[in-house]
């Protein structure tokens, strides 16, 4: 009886299981869509940082940045604690979670390890630029136009430095690049406001081209140092006054607590 039993179990035809692959997808799909959701939600805010539309100190509010940018509460409380971890952002008693403020030995600190990973990264790419990467540095460096308005000379410094980075084919020495990036969006006002600043770098940037072309690592390395601390200098120099340039320059806007879009 109980033999009987089981071979009718054993013989019962079994329903095709469901492919692994489709039952996969179908539950990462979604995740997948959140993460991409959480990460454009911080890439927001943090530009919204770099270009000055979010001051440091500036309250970082859950509702009114879902209601920014049009999104649901939970991939904004997700980016704005990914701000917090990587230093963006801080919490402050009595006020929740504001702008990250650096103090001016901070900014120091900052400026020297800025330095050095750029020191770094240029030397890497003079040894490992492919000729095609090259190109694409140069064709870049000649879009600088020195008279433009100093967030397009930013964006431009900024696409051209992660150029050099991508050419390292170092995927370490990018991640440490991305940490330095993170933090210098708190810098606030933009050197570019200052007069002159934009034919320096023209030349500056240059020098770390046809040194990389050269595949001359220590020149690389050099100008880019002189670079980076040239900005640093400025930057420490200028002090309160950058911040009043950085207030009035026609091309930033004057962001409000409700529109920094």
Request: hydrophobic share 45%; no cysteine.
């Amino acid at each position: 009886m109980a033999g009987s039993k089981l071979s009718r179990v054993r013989d019962k035809p079994r329903r095709p299981a469901a492919p692994l692959r489709s039952a996969s997808t179908s539950r990462l799909a979604p995740r997948e869509e959140s993460f991409a959701l959480v990460d454009r939600v911080y890439e927001e805010v943090r530009e919204a940082i770099r270009e000055g539309l979010i001051k440091p100190g500036y309250r970082l509010v859950e509702r009114d940045i879902a209601a920014q940018l049009n999104v649901s509460r939970t991939p904004v409380r997700e980016a704005l604690r990914l701000l917090e971890a990587h230093g963006l952002a801080s919490s402050v008693t009595g006020r929740g979670l504001v702008v990250t403020s650096l103090t001016p030995g901070e900014i120091a600190e900052l400026y020297h390890a800025w330095e050095m990973i750029e020191g770094i990264a240029a030397a890497t790419a003079a040894q490992n630029a492919t000729d095609l990467e090259i190109d694409a540095l140069r064709q870049m460096h000649s879009l600088w136009n020195p008279e433009d308005t100093a967030r397009n000379l930013g964006r431009l410094n900024k696409r051209f430095h992660l150029a050099i980075h991508v050419a390292t084919h170092n995927r370490f020495l990018m991640r440490a690049s991305r940490t330095i990036d993170d933090s210098v969006s708190l810098l606030g006002f933009s050197t570019y406001s200052l007069p002159r600043r934009g034919h320096e770098v023209a030349a500056e940037h240059g020098a770390i081209v046809e040194a990389i072309a050269a595949r001359n690592p220590a020149a690389a390395a050099a100008a880019a140092h002189a670079h980076i601390r040239r900005a640093g200098q400025l930057r420490m120099a200028a002090g309160g006054e950058g911040a009043k340039i950085h207030a009035n320059a026609d091309d930033y806007a004057q962001a409000s607590r409700m529109d920094w879009r």
